[in-house]
């Protein structure tokens, strides 16, 4: 029983880490007042390029960066549209993720010649890997994990605890002052969204290299939604964020232990009717920034 509970636990861990990093990407963004539904077409980005460059070089170190820079490429390719041109901001979200679906799987063809690629290495990291108590360590709970918890960490004191956070929130709830202040809301709002789109191609790096080991298609299957889940639920906070994913990895943990009688559709579905039920039990709790979604016109 208590071998069960602790696979339980590990495998929640693990399956939290895209819902984690997503939401932060989220929660950088909407904190500086940008919506951005575009981090599942960042995350799906970020799962295919982390596996070409991989297979590419040789190296999933490379794979990982190169996941992180494209996904920033897409936040700066959101950004430019929602700061700069005042476009609708669920629009260009939108536009991205079909952007995603399409490009991948373009690429996939193009490269390789099918949709689904194996990964031929895996990430280790220097010297530790070499050292058997570190080597089993992960084995059992992927690197990217301990970074994770790191950057959740970062995160809550870059947050609350900066000068840049402070500025960060201020363009999410009160722009105009913000700019009084000599705060330049575009440039906030542009660092925001690209961090946003950072993590949430780290996120798709994770889902690829350690958490399936291959890219296929649609690989983040609304994961990304899933990770606004987690922001809004844990209100727009890192360790919230990190929380709610925990118990979005929960959800999804628990299939593999559900009785064999459940048709394996219904058990599919637990991360998504979870997700519902956490949002509807969040409506009236969770305040989002006061200027969330509304473009700055200075005066």
Not at 140 to 150: D, G, N
Not at 260 to 284: C, E, R
Request: hydrophobic share 55%.
């Amino acid at each position: 029983m208590m071998d069960t509970i602790l696979a339980i636990l590990a495998s929640s861990i693990r399956l939290a880490i895209p819902y984690t990093l997503a939401g932060l990407g989220g929660t950088y963004s909407e904190r500086s007042g940008v919506v951005n539904i575009g981090l599942e077409g960042m995350m799906l980005t970020g799962a295919f390029t982390a596996v070409a460059v991989t297979n590419a070089t040789g190296s999933p170190w490379v794979g990982l960066l190169a996941a992180i820079l494209v996904g920033m490429l897409l936040g700066l390719v959101h950004a430019v549209v929602c700061v700069t041109f005042k476009a609708d901001q669920i629009v260009s979200g939108l536009a991205l993720i079909v952007f995603a679906a399409g490009i991948t799987v373009f690429c996939a063809w193009l490269l390789y010649n099918r949709t689904q690629i194996q990964v031929e290495a895996y990430l280790r990291v220097p010297v530790l890997h070499n050292i058997p108590v570190f080597k089993a360590l992960f084995i059992r709970i992927p690197p990217l994990v301990f970074l994770t918890v790191a950057i959740v960490i970062a995160s809550h004191f870059i947050i609350f605890k900066t000068v840049f956070g402070l500025r960060l929130r201020s363009v999410g709830e009160h722009p105009q002052a913000a700019d009084t202040l000599g705060i330049s809301v575009a440039k906030m709002r542009y660092t925001g969204v690209i961090i946003s789109g950072a993590l949430s191609g780290m996120a798709g790096a994770y889902l690829s290299l350690e958490h399936a080991h291959y890219f296929v298609k649609g690989i983040s299957a609304g994961r990304g939604f899933i990770g606004l889940a987690s922001m809004i639920f844990g209100k727009w906070t890192p360790f919230g964020t990190a929380g709610a994913g925990m118990l979005f990895g929960f959800g999804e943990a628990l299939k593999p232990y559900l009785p064999k009688v459940v048709p394996s559709q219904f058990i599919d579905m637990i991360p998504y009717v979870l997700t519902i039920l956490v949002l509807a039990s969040a409506i009236g709790r969770a305040t989002p920034p006061a200027s969330i979604g509304v473009p700055y016109v200075k005066e």
